[in-house]
């Protein structure tokens, strides 16, 4: 699905320079049918995207961003030069496929740095030192997020209101911290962190993937029954649903 919509986005910006190669009294008409056909282009990109979405590909998640920028300025930026500079219509193709790349680039930065995954990977570490603090000071990890509260931290980072929350399983010796951005689509990623490896990691889900069990959890209990829910005005547990929050 990326491919196709990358391929889409690259024939729109390739016909552009073989446009601007072309002969430069073409008729106004020419020109906005040009025009009109890259914006096509964009537009089934951005559908692609959409329904990659749709099915939990992150990565093109964050790109329909980048889409939806591409078709709001690209498009009506370049109706606007063509009407302004009538002597150099010609060039106008050419400009845009000159600054694409570094466009294309600029915005697909900008709708990772807006994703709700790296936002609460960041928001995460106030958890992560607290739960270093609380190690280093009883000699074990809690077993619960609540024993954290209030010495080690005062408030948890809001995931979503109205969806799961931060979820946690230790053993006292090592723990998995992890959260799901989204559950309203027919896939979902979890996002795990344990200090074994320091790192966060995903593992995606589709379907028929049955039940999910964090280590070192002692028994396979299914996943979303095992998951802590909030709802607005109610407090947040980390453990545990909040009654009539959340999503089943």
Same mark, same amino acid.
């Given at each position: 699905?990326?491919?196709?919509?990358?391929?889409?986005?690259?024939?729109?910006?390739?016909?552009?320079?073989?446009?601007?190669?072309?002969?430069?009294?073409? !008729?106004?008409? $020419?020109?906005? $049918?040009?025009?009109?056909?890259?914006?096509?282009? %964009?537009?089934?990109?951005?559908?692609?995207?959409?329904?990659?979405?749709?099915?939990? +590909?992150?990565?093109?998640?964050?790109? #329909?961003?980048?889409?939806?920028?591409? !078709?709001?300025? /690209?498009?009506?930026?370049?109706?606007? %030069?063509?009407?302004?500079?009538?002597?150099?219509r010609? #060039?106008?193709? %050419?400009?845009?496929?000159?600054?694409?790349? %570094?466009?294309?680039?600029?915005?697909? $930065?900008?709708?990772?740095?807006?994703? =709700?995954?790296?936002?609460?990977?960041?928001?995460?570490?106030?958890?992560i030192?607290?739960?270093?603090?609380?190690?280093?000071? $009883?000699?074990?990890?809690?077993?619960?997020?609540?024993?954290?509260?209030? +010495?080690?931290?005062?408030? /948890? =980072?809001?995931?979503?209101?109205?969806?799961?929350? #931060?979820?946690?399983?230790?053993?006292?010796?090592?723990?998995?911290?992890?959260?799901? *951005?989204?559950?309203?689509?027919w896939?979902?990623?979890?996002?795990?962190?344990?200090?074994?490896?320091?790192k966060?990691?995903?593992?995606?889900?589709?379907?028929?993937?049955?039940?999910?069990?964090?280590?070192?959890?002692?028994?396979?209990?299914?996943?979303?029954?095992?998951? *802590?829910?909030?709802? *607005?005005?109610? *407090?947040?547990?980390?453990?545990g649903?909040?009654?009539?929050?959340?999503?089943?």
């Open positions: 699905m990326l491919e196709i919509t990358l391929a889409l986005a690259m024939f729109a910006v390739i016909g552009s320079v073989l446009y601007a190669e072309g002969d430069a009294t073409r !008729s106004a008409k $020419t020109h906005a $049918t040009f025009i009109g056909v890259a914006g096509f282009c %964009l537009a089934v990109a951005g559908f692609l995207v959409l329904c990659a979405a749709a099915f939990g +590909n992150l990565v093109v998640l964050a790109a #329909w961003v980048l889409i939806i920028w591409i !078709s709001a300025i /690209f498009i009506p930026g370049g109706l606007t %030069l063509f009407i302004a500079l009538r002597s150099s010609r #060039w106008i193709p %050419l400009l845009f496929a000159a600054s694409s790349p %570094l466009l294309l680039w600029g915005l697909m $930065t900008l709708g990772d740095s807006m994703s =709700p995954e790296e936002r609460l990977m960041d928001e995460a570490r106030v958890i030192v607290a739960l270093e603090t609380y190690r280093s000071e $009883t000699g074990s990890y809690p077993e619960s997020l609540s024993h954290l509260q209030p +010495n080690y931290i005062e408030a /948890f =980072p809001v995931v979503y209101v109205g969806q799961f929350d #931060w979820f946690y399983a230790s053993d006292g010796e090592t723990y998995q911290l992890g959260f799901i *951005p989204d559950v309203d689509r896939t979902y990623t979890v996002f795990l962190y344990s200090p074994d490896v320091a966060w990691e995903f593992d995606f889900h589709g379907f028929g993937s049955g039940p999910f069990t964090v280590p070192p959890t002692p028994s396979p209990t299914p996943f979303f029954r095992t998951m *802590p829910f909030a709802a *607005p005005g109610r *407090p947040r547990t980390p453990e649903p909040t009654p009539g929050g959340g999503r089943g």
